[in-house]
């Protein structure tokens, strides 16, 4: 198994993606301004433009059983209700194409996007993006890992020519962009050229398919292997890790643009107080090491995953 550190984010990552540009810039749509200059879209100052809805809708990055989250979510909700004064319905989305199109409709007003997704959902969305999970000490992310089953006769990368590497969808980092544009530079491998690449929608269904030989290989985020082992859904023996790269951001939680101003305080406010101790989410999430809710910069925390974006031609016509 190859596996690089995480403190090499920034130089490995970067050189290894040395045709892209290192400092991609905003690219809004016309629908927003960004007068301060942080890469997402302002509030808008005219006050007919505000919504404040009776009930706040949250949805959470698809995953294969949105009835399991709706439970690692409810005591949250209930948190963010009170604090907000709101009735809180939690949204199940079935892909990240459909919670894209929730959000720009409006019928989404607090949501998590998945990390590769975030830059289309700031783009053409108007998310604004302003915390994400970590630990006690601060500490974030996760890391896209290959996986096979054993007895694939996959044992590295290079073992992928001529073979399959399942990814998730296109808008996700580490169930496509990331593995694409690092197997490309590192590699010399095209997907869709070189190897074949079904989607299968999510990591669980990647991990799923493999494990069921579905699919020779995936393409996943190593925190929702994990939270499936935990649950008893997969077991270590199960797969067989082939490739680690270094860290990326984790799923930031964010307000539409439009939201009241002080109802998006609120909303931030919630996310602050809420006490993980004993908690749905703790019980999830610290799985992964994660135990709170930081503050995040979006300019700052997702240049590498736009960087990533740009070397795999992603634009964002809204």
């Known amino acids: ?63 294969e059983d949105p009835a399991v989250y709706a439970e690692v979510w409810s005591d949250f909700l209930d948190h963010l209700g009170e604090v907000t004064g709101k009735e809180v319905q939690f949204f199940p989305v079935q892909s990240n194409a459909a919670q894209q199109e929730a959000l720009r409709a409006g019928r989404v007003h607090v949501a998590g996007f998945n990390t590769g997704g975030v830059p289309m959902a700031v783009n053409c969305g108007g998310f604004r993006p302003f915390a994400m999970m970590a630990g006690d000490d601060g500490s974030f ?44 530079s590192e590699f010399g491998m095209e997907a869709g050229v070189d190897f074949d690449t079904p989607f299968a929608g999510t990591h669980e269904n990647s991990i ?8 020779e290989a995936a393409a996943i985020a190593n925190s929702v292997i994990t939270r499936m082992k935990a649950r008893g859904v997969i077991n270590e023996n199960d797969y067989e890790v082939i490739y680690t790269s270094a860290t990326f951001p984790t799923t930031p939680y964010g307000t539409t643009h439009n939201l009241h101003p002080e109802l998006q305080e609120k ?12 908690s749905p989410l703790q019980a999830e999430f610290s799985n992964n090491g994660e135990s709170q809710f930081i503050p995040i910069n979006y300019a700052e925390r997702w240049e590498i995953i736009r960087t990533i974006a740009e070397a795999n031609g992603v634009t964002y016509d809204c």
Request: hydrophobic share 40%; aromatic share 10%; glycine share 8%.
């Open 1 to 63: 198994m190859i596996t690089i550190p995480r403190q090499l984010l920034a130089t490995t990552i970067v050189g290894l993606l040395s045709t892209a540009a290192l400092q991609a810039s905003a690219d809004l749509s016309s629908r927003y301004s960004d007068i301060d200059g942080d890469m997402i879209a302002d509030i808008p100052t005219d006050e007919n433009q505000w919504t404040d809805p009776d009930t706040l809708v949250f949805a959470y990055t698809p995953v």
């Open 141 to 184: 992310g996760y890391e896209m890992e290959v996986i096979t089953y054993p007895g694939s006769g996959i044992t590295t990368v290079e073992d992928l020519a001529g073979r399959e590497l399942a990814f998730t969808s296109q808008t996700s980092n580490s169930g496509f962009r990331a593995p694409s544009a690092i197997i490309k």
């Open 208 to 215: 799923l398919g493999v494990i069921h030989k579905d699919y």
């Open 267 to 278: 909303v931030q406010e919630a996310f602050f107080s809420y006490d993980w101790e004993g």
